[in-house]
């Protein structure tokens, strides 16, 4: 077994070394609600900043509202070589909740490989969630929502990171803001194709599926006249156009941002107004 393989350890009620007191930093959240209300949350941190020995985070909050808990979950790397980060939270159709999250390991902020894990809780409603074991799901980092196809296909965001090769050169064909498709309820998960987009950066791509059913996809990519590039699948995403870069108002700063269709059909897009810098 390869060391960035070992599976991380998943702590239920976590100690005093995991509780609020005891943390210096935290960042890149994620949110989810269950059928009933039920709020939950989830971010990372560990150590003095991004780096090797970063965990990740869960916390809830009750139907009636009020007050989140102290963590109720711990992802913990399985040594202080590896690092837990960049996690999501999602709840599938089938309303069981997935935490999925990246993991690497070689004492490395990202070893060039990489892999997107998960776990997962039958019942979203639950205060403290009956996780799966630990599975991994694919090289590469994910940490943007999944997206449900008309197809009933569920398609997973996971990049390759291109900027970052370290012991992985034979990944290099594959450093794309990839697409990883399960076509039966999340038991097993297939790369299906990648997307190139001019000065990505942290890719942090999210797919909608348009209403003639091609695929659009958002990429996060460096400073400029943008900030974020796009990309169109004709095929169900095993091929994609050339990026590009987005036109106004369809920019950032070089940040995350959010795209989602609602209920109405309509899609919702949370970015950044400034292109010159963040603003939070």
């Keep these: 077994m390869k060391p960035m393989d070992l599976s991380a350890r998943v702590v239920d009620l976590p100690g005093a070394e995991f509780q609020p007191g005891a943390r210096q930093w935290q960042g890149i959240p994620g949110l989810e609600c269950a059928s009933n209300g039920r709020l939950w949350a989830t971010w990372y941190t560990g150590t003095e900043g991004e780096g090797p020995g970063n965990h990740v985070v869960v916390a809830t909050c009750p139907v009636t509202g009020g007050a989140w808990t102290d963590p109720v979950t711990v992802v913990e790397p399985p040594d202080d070589r590896h690092r837990c980060f960049d996690p999501c939270l999602w709840i599938d159709p089938l309303k069981r909740l997935w935490l999925f999250w ?8 990202f070893d060039g490989r990489g892999g997107v894990w998960c776990i997962r809780s039958e019942d979203a409603s639950r205060p403290v969630p009956q996780w799966s074991v630990p599975r991994r799901l694919c090289d590469g980092v994910m940490m943007n929502k999944p997206t449900v196809l008309s197809t ?13 090769g370290g012991d992985w050169a034979d990944l290099d064909t594959l450093r794309y803001s990839n697409v990883v498709v399960s076509t039966d309820a999340g038991v097993t998960w297939t790369r299906r194709g ?20 091609t695929l659009w ?3 996060r990519t460096k400073p400029g006249l943008s900030g ?8 169900r995403g095993a091929t994609w156009l050339s990026g590009k870069a987005t036109k106004a108002p369809l920019t950032g700063p070089n ?4 795209i989602r269709r609602l209920q109405s059909g309509r899609l919702l897009l949370v970015t950044h107004l400034r292109t010159d810098r963040r603003s939070d």
């Design 152 to 164: 009933g296909e569920w398609m997973l965001p996971a990049a390759l990171w291109r900027f970052f």
């Design 255 to 258: 940040s995350r941002f959010f």
């Design 217 to 219: 996809m958002l990429v």
């Design 194 to 213: 990648g997307a190139d987009v001019p000065d990505r950066h942290y890719d942090e791509h999210m797919v909608v599926e348009r209403k003639d059913g």
């Design 102 to 109: 990246a993991q690497c390991g070689g004492g490395q902020h």
């Design 228 to 235: 974020m590039g796009e990309s169109v699948s004709l095929d």
